[in-house]
């Protein structure tokens, strides 16, 4: 299985302060195709997660330009550039370059 | 709006058996397959399978794998997972959701996901 990891666990981050993730898979994520088949999602207290991103770097419908995607083969970022009260949650990115679908363990946000 | 609506938080003897449901509404359901994960307490999001939206195809994660079993209904648009011989740490919120990618073995991504079933797991 393909095992990936995130950085920091938590982060407080002031309002309208930038916020970064790290997330390292065990192994690349380039697929044949030519996709890197990696996501973000964001988990608010009480919900079920939300999608962010997708392959890596792009947008999901709705989700706000101060959040972006970057990287490539083992190690990503998710970056969100002035954090809002509303952003405060549990970060997860997830691979599905192959089976089984995996996540990595979380990065909780919270406000300072 | 494109929902997924999970039934009702479930508590099981440990050997029992639960059925969680997922309806599909907004969507034509055939269209997506649906997978299945679960969330212990505190813990992270784990995928459990996927089952075609149209077809009687299912993929298990190998820890899964004899234990749950994945079906959807199309004259119901709706998905269940069915898991066999709880233990006591199966306990856990149990989701479904609509998987965008249209593929059978890679690239699969989420959205939307139900709101979650509660299965608890005690003597």
């Known amino acids: 299985d393909i095992v990936m990891t995130q950085t920091p666990l938590s982060l407080s981050v002031s309002p309208g302060q930038p916020a970064s993730i790290s997330c390292r898979s065990s192994q690349s994520l380039l697929h044949s195709d030519g996709k890197t088949y990696l996501y973000w999602y964001l988990q608010k207290s009480g919900q079920s997660p939300q999608l962010l991103i997708y392959e890596v770097s792009k947008r999901f419908s709705g989700v706000p330009d101060r959040f972006s995607g970057s990287g490539s083969g083992t190690d990503f970022t998710l970056k969100i550039s002035r954090v809002e009260a509303e952003d405060v949650g549990v970060y997860y990115c997830m691979q599905s370059k192959q089976l089984p679908v995996t996540f990595a363990g979380g990065t909780k946000v919270e406000i300072k | 709006q494109i929902q997924l609506e999970q039934s009702g938080t479930e508590v099981k003897k440990p050997g029992a058996s639960v059925t969680v449901s997922c309806k599909a509404s907004g969507y034509t359901f055939t269209n997506y397959a649906i997978s299945w994960f679960r969330q212990a307490p505190g813990q992270g999001l784990e995928w459990m399978g996927w089952a075609s939206g149209y077809s009687s195809h299912t993929n298990y994660a190998q820890k899964f794998r004899g234990r749950v079993t994945l079906t959807t209904d199309v004259s119901t648009d709706t998905a269940y997972m069915e898991l066999r011989s709880l233990r006591f740490d199966d306990t856990a919120v149990y989701y479904c959701?609509?998987?965008?990618?249209?593929?059978?073995?890679?690239?699969?991504?989420?959205?939307?996901w139900g709101q979650g079933t509660l299965v608890t797991v005690s003597s």
């Open positions: 959701a609509r998987d965008l990618s249209g593929s059978y073995y890679f690239g699969f991504w989420f959205d939307p």
